[in-house]
């Protein structure tokens, strides 16, 4: 019978079932082994790492296809988070790439633009960001059009003691209003949604704009008030486009929460080892979170398509992704 290890002693079963503590639920590998121990069974760190990798190795074809998705996809939402590498002074990053149908994950050793620039390569489509300047390389006429995000710019004003301040913060409650609204009402990528952001939102963007035209100037640039208009200013022509655009959200916080696994893990795992780990531990944190989102139970996924990918067809490799898996291979 074909195994995850040729001649190894533990099932798909057991190795999903570490991979998704530690991807998921964020229990570290040296943790485990003492759960384990509590349980009756005697298995060293070493092992478990080799399982982890193994896993990834893999699920690799799969992951590869799910990149290609995300160049393939119109709009991909984006935004990274720094993670630590033993033995290393500078951090590394971790990028999350998300489209209607994943979520992908990317480690990197550095913050440079030069993995949005291999992940999404010359696709076109709009990119759902911040404004970090990493992304500037893929947001450019023939490539990717830039969405800002609002959440990010009201953010800046809420610790902020102004008046001015609490009426930028009141104007983006409008703006947000109107997609719990057009949620509740059902019609959420419509033209009538399109159509309630055109008669509600818009005008509270503008009165947000308003208010930032005209406290420039009347606040020093590095003071937390400046700070958080010349933000805005500066980003207005992204921080609008969804007026203009019903599939895009007004906020990037499909990758923010996202990055919440990930900065959860940095707090129980510390580091990863190396860029290796690193990047291994972002693919299968892709597969598992993305079966998340399409309601499938990652551990019995991970149980089944370690075992199915080694001789599934390359040709019929979608079927492998968890949205497919689960109407093709799932529990009735």
Known sequence: PVRVVDGG??????????????QLDCVPL???????????????????????????MLI???????????????????????LKIQRRKKLGFVWTFITSD?????????????TPARVLGDSSGVLVVDGYSGYNHVTVPERRTRAGCNVHARRRFIDIDDPDAAD???????????ERDAREAGI??????????????GPAMKAIKAKCDELHGRHGPKTPMGKAVGYVRNQWEYLERFLEDVELEPSNNLSERALRIVALGRKNDLFVGHEGAGQRAAMLTSLLQTCVLHGVDPQQYLADVLIRVQGHPNSR????????????????
């Open 9 to 22: 002693h533990y099932g798909p079963g057991f190795i999903a079932r570490i991979v998704t503590h530690k």
């Open 168 to 178: 930028v913060i009141e104007h983006y409650k409008k703006v947000f209003a109107v």
């Open 102 to 114: 994943c979520i992908t994950y990317v480690f990197s050793p550095d913050r440079s633009g030069e």
């Open 30 to 56: 040296y943790r485990q082994t003492t759960i384990f121990g509590r349980e009756g069974l005697r298995v060293g760190r070493s092992t478990l790492v080799d399982l982890f990798h193994r896993a990834a």
């Open 317 to 332: 490799l979608d079927d492998l992704l968890p949205h497919r898996w689960k109407a093709l291979f799932g529990p009735e």
């Open 188 to 201: 959420v990528g419509t033209p009538e949604h399109l159509a309630l952001r055109a008669a509600r939102a």
């Open 60 to 82: 690799e074809p799969i992951y590869e296809r799910m990149l290609e998705l995300v160049r393939e996809a119109r709009v991909v939402h984006a935004d990274e988070t720094s």
